[in-house]
């Protein structure tokens, strides 16, 4: 039995919330004009003030980010196979079950982390409609060779972003690549509305049939164009995103002095690695994951349960790996021969804690227990 140390626990992530008399001039406002949701004052604020932030230009607001992906599946009318990968939350590969959908896994790439583009021409079949990658970590995916390959095979490109809220490459809006992108907004990402989600749309006419599929199809009092879900947020969501939304600057910034500080702390640490930094681009700082190398004095799981011991509430993302669990491992793609890269990394990532209010004491204390191992 190892000893506690003196500090409370320190969890992976802590959610940003804003003062709590903030919000309720916002809840009086609901209360004062009694509209609930469907597409109230403050979801109409909040996708505009939204598009603003980000730099897309339509976006349609959710009630969290499984269903954008159930939904953006359907938008685009995707059926046969889709090509993912095995190293995300399960949520990437089940919005595809839930779509009568096969997913088809393809490797990732060792430096980013994100589907390998090498490796997706291989995976294509006659049956194969569209690509859904992940921005693994809020790291932009190789989306100009996922282009290439989608315009050259006819396929459709559906990024999961629920990792990259803000991330901005050489172009702008990372959200702007593929055909759609789905962010969510869940209490443990980086920006939460409690539960939440959006799908970034390139034009009108797509937010509308968005729009559409999240309100069951209906288009007018009379007309039902699509089964639709409900997948509408409500008032409340998008009141306290727009709140949110005013800390959010702040919040990056913070995140981004961890960030800093865990790579200079552990750069020298065998056996550690980080993932590239951010250099010039934005970033979310979403995650801080570490790959525990053979060469390191203890195992993955070794570490993580010694920074359990110490009050160091670490998580391991992504692992297992969406291929292992069993709704899918009978899927040729999900063995792991096929999946080496992917395979390897997930039994080597730690994500280590990282949120605005962390502490330059608490930060330090995780790099110190991983170098006095
Ligand atoms: C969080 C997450 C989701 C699901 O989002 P919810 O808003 O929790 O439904 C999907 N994909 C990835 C990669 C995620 O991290």
Redesign the pocket.
Known sequence: MKVRSEIPPVYVTQPLLPPLEEFVPYLEKIWANKWLTNGGPFHQQFEQALCDYLGVKYLSL?T??????VTALQTLRITGEVITTPY?????AH?LLWNGIKPVFVDVDPLTLNLDPHKIEAAITPQTTAIMP?H?YGHPCDVGSIQKIADNYGLKVIY?A??AFGVQDKAGSVLNHGDLS?L???A??VFNTF???AIVCPDEKTKLRVDHLKNFGFVDEVTVVAPGINGKMSEINAAFGLLQLKGIGAALQKRKAIDTRYRSGLSGVKGIDCLSAAGERVASYAYFPILVRNDYTLSRDGLFQELQDNGIFARR?FYPLISEFSMYRGLASASAANLPVATKVAREVICLPIYPNMTVEQCDFVIDLIMKQ
Do not use: W
Not at 64 to 69: A, D, M, S, V
Not at 88 to 92: E, N
């Open positions: 959710f969290n980010g499984t269903l954008g992906l995300s939350f399960v949520a990437t919005s992940v693994c999961d629920a990792h789905v969510s907004f869940h443990t990402k539960e939440g989600g993302y």
